[in-house]
């Protein structure tokens, strides 16, 4: 499913799309891209406004550290993983797999 | 003193200013009850014989979790070595204010450490008659006075509870209040007062060296004890760490089921976005009125505040909720405005939350002593506006069915009823600004706006006759407005003309009614010229910019070098036209940038106020102010569909 433009996820900067109720957290990390659920699995926070430290996503609510490559969780509050979503890239566009 | 951060839960309401001192306390409506009436609950903290007040030396920086109603704040003192680390929030449901404060020993040794909490309720905004006392069996403080009840308790995750408490009088030259007592490190315990009367507790943690412990505190807010120490039970029961994630999960929740699709937007406007929907909720009372704003410091200059439900700023908000798919919400502010509109089908100038009349100072006659309407007329054009773009968006028709008959029938042939037949405009009322009397061209643009929603209405409603009356008078009133509003030799739309007849020629950013309500487009040639001319002469020519008001607007001035202080909803305004205009990516920038001048003065907790500094950029007069919020909404909602709309252009 077509997600969204390539160059509308700058390196760095994690970017939350919807698809209907289903909210995917985009990571361009140097060119590669990582899809994953966008929401913290301790208390929903929004990982789009988390910090980005090399491949570990910060959740800005309490501080839970995820790795952005495969989702695990590398310090708690945060029990559970982060849903991956495996993506593909084609003539600019993101799609990933549901 | 602006506020920085803003909770809520539709029946209490907290606000903090930038020492992380609770300044406002509303309960049981939003607006309604300032238990505070302009005085501040303070955190100090002690140790080694030192007291310090959270405030002017230490460095604090105030924020909110991201998408939520739960604050963020960090409070340090190098030279107590503490640092501060508290979460606020009024839980979405329960009546409870709560607070965590995780508490860093910055030193390499053990020590004790007690933190102090104030509380200075005035129930019922009145400092007379009110009881504060120790409850010994659940070890807690009471303030209490007829049907308020508030309950102060805590916990440390070292077990203990409140380990010293003080009730006193205060506000006498001798007895300045407990929280003076607290400033040697001991409480005196003092288990009851009555009157003027405050009171303060303490926490004791013994902390190891560069370790972290944490306080739990919190404010039941019930009408009778025994509720209040159910309230208690319950907090107990559950845990304030508990009742905190509920509270961050409900509001990012509540605000991410805005259906709109912000993912082309740049993160500082996602931002401020979803900030201003946050902020906006906090203020809407749970029986439907949106006040203006909740702080009260103007108390102190006027002796009133800003804590009333204007219509105006109420249907512009409802609209902003409408755009960003809140349709409750704004539902609630109608039937609201369907109980207070009066019967002859006017709003009068502002409403208290429970409906009943807010103070005022229009007049009910004119200097000469001829009787006139005190009211603003584009407040009753504009609730009307707002409904039909409500019902527009969302097809309710059950419930405008009952809303029809009052809000907008009688709104309607008020409206109509009140034009003066000779000129086809509005007879005179206030204007937005709530200063002079005449006919105002922004007022003559919402009026033409609402007839045209009110003729929607009843073509709706079948009835072609009344449509028809409607629709002739929205298009007469239109060219009574180009035929006396519109100056040819200015090129632009004057002010107003007054009961002498005489002609304001000054430039008005309301003068922006012109498009955004609707009775021209923003390309027409009548609106482009009068927004390039407040664009050239209103725009504050100093390093911070914006938009000024008006010419010469000397509402809190701070300079005569200046046209006025920049407004941000004047800002937004300018904004909203470039984006109407716009068509091509490049000319929507204009607009965007526009945008992003608001977050960039925005605090980092994201409340916009009233008005800014011209010179250093630091909010003027309230804060926040609602309808900053929902302007700065509707702005970006009127970008994302321009932006839509080029983009789609563009691929076909």
Redesign the interface.
């Known amino acids: 499913m077509k997600l969204c433009k390539t160059d509308s996820v700058p390196v760095g900067e994690p970017k939350q799309f919807n698809i209907g109720e289903l909210e995917v957290l985009v990571i361009n990390l140097k060119g590669e891209f990582f899809c994953l659920a966008a929401r913290c699995t301790h208390a929903g926070a929004p990982l789009a406004e988390g910090k980005l430290m090399g491949d570990v996503l910060v959740c800005p609510w309490h501080g839970s550290n995820f790795r952005v490559m495969n989702g695990a969780v590398l310090k708690g509050p945060a029990e559970k993983p982060l849903k991956v979503y495996q993506n593909t890239v084609k003539e600019d566009y993101l799609f990933i797999e549901l | 003193m602006p506020r920085q951060i803003v909770l809520g839960n539709g029946k209490v309401a907290v606000a903090l200013d930038n020492r992380m001192r609770i300044r406002d306390f509303f309960y049981p409506r939003v607006g309604l009850e300032n238990h505070l009436s302009g005085h501040e609950f303070k955190i100090g903290v002690w140790t080694k014989g030192k007291f310090m007040w959270v405030g002017d030396n230490w460095s604090v920086v105030m924020n909110y979790?991201?998408?939520?109603l739960v604050s963020r704040c960090m409070a340090k003192n190098s030279e107590l070595e503490i640092e501060l680390e508290v979460n606020d929030a009024v839980h979405n449901f329960l009546d409870i204010y709560l607070r965590k404060l995780v508490v860093h020993n910055l030193t390499n040794s053990k020590r004790e450490v007690r933190v102090f909490f104030s509380q200075d309720f005035h129930i019922y905004g009145v400092d007379a008659g009110d009881t504060a006392m120790y409850e010994p069996i659940i070890n807690s403080i009471i303030h209490y006075k007829r049907k308020r009840y508030f309950l102060i308790n805590g916990l440390t995750d070292q077990g203990g509870g409140i380990y010293q408490f003080a009730v006193g009088y205060k506000e006498s030259p001798s007895l300045e209040g407990t929280w003076r007592d607290s400033e040697d490190g001991i409480l005196q315990g003092n288990p009851i007062a009555q009157g003027a009367v405050d009171s303060a507790v303490s926490f004791k943690l013994e902390m190891q060296p560069q370790s972290t412990n944490t306080i739990y505190y919190w404010i039941a807010c019930a009408n009778n004890l025994e509720e209040a120490k159910a309230l208690n039970s319950e907090v107990k029961r559950i845990g304030v760490e508990q009742l905190l994630?509920e509270t961050?999960?409900y509001w990012?929740?509540w605000v991410?089921r805005q259906d709109v699709?912000l993912?082309?937007l740049p993160?500082e406007i996602t931002?401020m976005f979803k900030t201003s929907l946050l902020i906006m909720r906090t203020h809407v009372d749970n029986g439907g009125a949106i006040i203006a704003s909740c702080d009260s410091d103007a108390l102190q200059f006027n002796r009133d505040t800003y804590a009333y439900a204007w219509p105006r700023d109420g249907a512009l908000a409802a609209l902003a909720f409408d755009m960003a798919g809140f349709q409750e919400v704004s539902r609630l502010f109608f039937e609201y405005c369907n109980q207070v509109i009066s019967d002859r089908g006017f709003f009068h100038h502002k409403y208290s939350p429970d409906g009943s009349l807010g103070s005022s100072w229009h007049a009910l006659v004119d200097a000469k002593g001829e009787p006139q309407l005190p009211i603003q007329e584009d407040e009753t054009a504009l609730a009307l506006y707002a409904l039909w773009k409500h019902y527009q968006r969302h097809r309710d028709l059950e419930f405008i069915g009952k809303v029809y008959p009052k809000l907008v029938l009688k709104a309607a042939d008020f409206l109509l009823a009140h034009r003066d037949e000779k000129t086809g405009l509005p007879k005179p009322s206030f204007d937005l600004w709530e200063e002079r009397i005449g006919v105002f061209t922004s007022t003559v643009a919402a009026v033409c706006a609402a007839l045209t929603a009110a003729a929607r209405f009843a073509k709706v409603f079948y009835d072609s006759k009344r449509q028809d009356l409607l629709t002739e008078a929205a298009i007469q009133m239109k060219e009574a407005m180009l035929k006396h509003l519109y100056d040819k030799k200015l090129g632009r739309f004057i002010k107003a003309i007054y009961l002498d007849g005489s002609r304001d020629l000054t430039l008005d950013s309301s003068l922006s009614y012109i498009f955004t309500c609707g009775p021209f487009e923003a390309g027409d040639e009548v609106a482009a010229t009068t927004m390039m001319a407040l664009a050239n002469g209103l725009w504050v020519k100093t390093p911070i910019g914006g938009m000024a008001r008006y010419e010469n607007d000397e509402y809190y001035r701070v300079s005569k070098e200046t046209q006025g202080n920049p407004w941000f909803i004047c800002t937004l305004w300018m904004a909203r036209w470039y984006i109407a205009r716009a068509n091509s990516m490049e000319e929507l920038t204009k607009g965007l940038d526009l945008l992003f001048w608001v977050t960039k003065h925005s605090p980092p907790s994201g409340l916009l106020g009233e008005q800014l500094d011209p010179y250093t950029g630091e909010p003027v007069s309230v804060s926040p102010l609602i309808w900053s919020h929902a302007e700065f909404v509707i702005a970006v909602y009127e970008y994302l569909d321009k932006h839509r709309r080029i983009s789609s252009s563009t691929e076909t």
């Open positions: 979790l991201p998408e939520t994630l961050e999960n990012s929740a991410n699709d993912s082309i993160r931002r």
